[in-house]
């Protein structure tokens, strides 16, 4: 391994992403584990130059009250203990540690190599990688999202054509989308890569379903469907490669937020297929993925990608979906991205789409009475998804995205913008 490790364990704090992320920010390379770690354990890692106690205000975790295993102590780590209790501040270190203690710390005291970086990750992961895989196969189901698209380069290097990407297309992609993928993986990198156009199955199962969970379950499940069918006509195949990232890990088990939408993303494969797992971004945060992405040579647009819902335009066709209404999402979606990109605003905002409802307005072409339906448009801001503000958008280049979308698509006669911050609204319709 080129990385130090500095460990963080769990002892209830809200704050072990901040400092993790902090002390990479440093160069060093850091993880999160449990406070009931053993010994053996921490001693299996080869790479560990210290140990933070990470109590945040009462060190407790699931309403009971914890401490570190006393054995931990006799491994001769050192340790910094970060608490903030107020009877004991005057001994003890008292809330999120700047910089300069960390580094103090990390540096003098555990004596860590700023060797954190993505060029030594890839090479870490590239070595690990060969030696679990072997000679054998990887199957990997690879959507276009960053983190399966950043997987697929990271295994192609290390494995080449040992590893079999499938793609499917559920006909719910945006415009072009299936397309790059094939282009970018099969033309460019060599990939060995089946692409399934599974459009029409999709589309028939999903026709007259109007209830947004059903059509996630539908969505799910007949991908997950699809994907074992050919996965059970390839032979001699022991692995499945997975986009795993960090936050998945760490938020796994403690998650405590209610359910507001069954967030089933393509790709969630069942426990029950019966291959190892081969995870090897599951140390990184989002940022972190992408940056790997880069290093790995993927294009810009590939791995900057703004948030897409894995149903796709399957949650923003609303209702039972059309095709004529799918298409004219497909449509306008491809015209507002192309005007945000020309405006600059694909690099400042967030998350920003358009949606179709199953309902039409009266509206006037020709000299004639129509009666077709509208295109909303959405442009979000967000840190983490969970509340939402509404970008202000120039007038101008509203007016001409509705120009374009009103002549360019067909059966719409109205286009609005959505001013609904979340809450109350959410960020999809679905
Ligand atoms: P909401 O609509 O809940 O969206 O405010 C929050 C974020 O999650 C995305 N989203 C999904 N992502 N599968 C996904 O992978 C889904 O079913 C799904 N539904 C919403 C949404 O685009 C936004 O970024």
Same mark, same amino acid.
């Given at each position: 391994m080129k990385q130090d490790l500095i460990v963080i364990l769990d002892?209830?704090?809200?704050e072990n992403t901040v400092i993790a992320r902090q002390i990479r920010s440093l160069g060093v390379y850091s993880e999160i584990h449990p406070h009931d770690i053993t010994a053996e354990e921490l001693k299996?890692? $080869?790479? @560990?130059k210290g140990i933070i106690l990470n109590g945040g205000e009462?060190?407790? +975790?699931n309403g009971q009250a914890v401490e570190i295993r006393?054995?931990?102590?006799?491994?001769?780590f050192p340790m910094l203990s970060i608490d903030y209790p107020q009877a004991k501040c005057e001994e003890q270190f008292c809330g999120i540690p700047g910089d300069e203690v960390l580094k103090k710390f990390i540096?003098?005291?555990?004596?860590?190599?700023?060797?954190?970086n993505m060029k030594n990750f890839i090479e870490d992961q590239v070595e690990l990688i060969r030696q679990q895989v072997g000679d054998k196969k990887v199957l990997l189901a690879l959507s276009g999202g960053v983190d399966s698209s950043v997987v697929a380069a990271m295994l192609i290097k290390a494995i080449g054509k040992q590893l079999v990407c499938v793609h499917v297309?559920?006909?719910?992609?945006?415009?072009?989308e299936s397309e790059s993928v094939v282009k970018v993986?099969?033309?460019?990198?060599?990939a060995n890569l089946i692409y399934i156009d599974a459009s029409d199955r999709f589309l028939g199962k999903l026709?007259? @379903?109007?209830?947004p969970e059903e059509k996630r379950k539908i969505i799910g499940s007949e991908f997950i469907r699809v994907f074992e069918e050919e996965a059970g006509k390839l032979e001699g195949i022991d692995f499945l490669g997975q986009g795993t990232i960090y936050p998945d890990i760490i938020e796994s088990g403690t998650k405590t937020a209610k359910m +507001?939408?069954?967030?089933?993303? +393509?790709?969630?494969?069942? $426990? $029950?297929?019966k291959f190892q797992l081969v995870e090897?971004?599951?140390?990184?945060?989002k940022d972190e993925v992408r940056a790997c992405g880069v290093e790995l040579g993927l294009p810009h647009d590939m791995v900057y990608r703004q948030p897409f819902p894995g149903p796709g335009l399957g949650v923003r066709c609303l209702g039972a979906i059309t095709r004529d209404r799918l298409e004219a999402v497909r449509e306008s979606d491809a015209i507002l991205r192309e005007e945000f990109a020309k405006a600059g605003l694909d690099k400042k905002v967030w998350q920003f789409f358009t949606v179709v409802p199953d309902f039409k307005s009266v509206g006037m072409k020709n000299n004639a009475r129509v009666f077709e339906y509208m295109v909303i448009i959405r442009a979000i801001n967000t840190v983490d998804a969970m509340t939402a503000t509404v970008e202000k958008v120039d007038w101008e280049v509203l007016e001409r995205i509705t120009d374009r979308i009103l002549s360019e698509v067909k059966n719409v006669n109205r286009v609005c913008y959505d001013m609904s911050p979340k809450p109350p609204a959410t960020i999809e319709f679905e």
């Amino acid at each position: 391994m080129k990385q130090d490790l500095i460990v963080i364990l769990d002892l209830g704090s809200t704050e072990n992403t901040v400092i993790a992320r902090q002390i990479r920010s440093l160069g060093v390379y850091s993880e999160i584990h449990p406070h009931d770690i053993t010994a053996e354990e921490l001693k299996a890692f $080869d790479n @560990v130059k210290g140990i933070i106690l990470n109590g945040g205000e009462n060190r407790i +975790v699931n309403g009971q009250a914890v401490e570190i295993r006393t054995e931990l102590y006799e491994l001769g780590f050192p340790m910094l203990s970060i608490d903030y209790p107020q009877a004991k501040c005057e001994e003890q270190f008292c809330g999120i540690p700047g910089d300069e203690v960390l580094k103090k710390f990390i540096f003098e005291e555990c004596g860590a190599q700023a060797n954190w970086n993505m060029k030594n990750f890839i090479e870490d992961q590239v070595e690990l990688i060969r030696q679990q895989v072997g000679d054998k196969k990887v199957l990997l189901a690879l959507s276009g999202g960053v983190d399966s698209s950043v997987v697929a380069a990271m295994l192609i290097k290390a494995i080449g054509k040992q590893l079999v990407c499938v793609h499917v297309n559920h006909g719910l992609m945006r415009k072009n989308e299936s397309e790059s993928v094939v282009k970018v993986f099969r033309d460019e990198l060599h990939a060995n890569l089946i692409y399934i156009d599974a459009s029409d199955r999709f589309l028939g199962k999903l026709e007259n @379903v109007a209830d947004p969970e059903e059509k996630r379950k539908i969505i799910g499940s007949e991908f997950i469907r699809v994907f074992e069918e050919e996965a059970g006509k390839l032979e001699g195949i022991d692995f499945l490669g997975q986009g795993t990232i960090y936050p998945d890990i760490i938020e796994s088990g403690t998650k405590t937020a209610k359910m +507001v939408k069954s967030h089933h993303n +393509v790709g969630g494969l069942p $426990d $029950d297929l019966k291959f190892q797992l081969v995870e090897p971004l599951k140390q990184l945060f989002k940022d972190e993925v992408r940056a790997c992405g880069v290093e790995l040579g993927l294009p810009h647009d590939m791995v900057y990608r703004q948030p897409f819902p894995g149903p796709g335009l399957g949650v923003r066709c609303l209702g039972a979906i059309t095709r004529d209404r799918l298409e004219a999402v497909r449509e306008s979606d491809a015209i507002l991205r192309e005007e945000f990109a020309k405006a600059g605003l694909d690099k400042k905002v967030w998350q920003f789409f358009t949606v179709v409802p199953d309902f039409k307005s009266v509206g006037m072409k020709n000299n004639a009475r129509v009666f077709e339906y509208m295109v909303i448009i959405r442009a979000i801001n967000t840190v983490d998804a969970m509340t939402a503000t509404v970008e202000k958008v120039d007038w101008e280049v509203l007016e001409r995205i509705t120009d374009r979308i009103l002549s360019e698509v067909k059966n719409v006669n109205r286009v609005c913008y959505d001013m609904s911050p979340k809450p109350p609204a959410t960020i999809e319709f679905e």
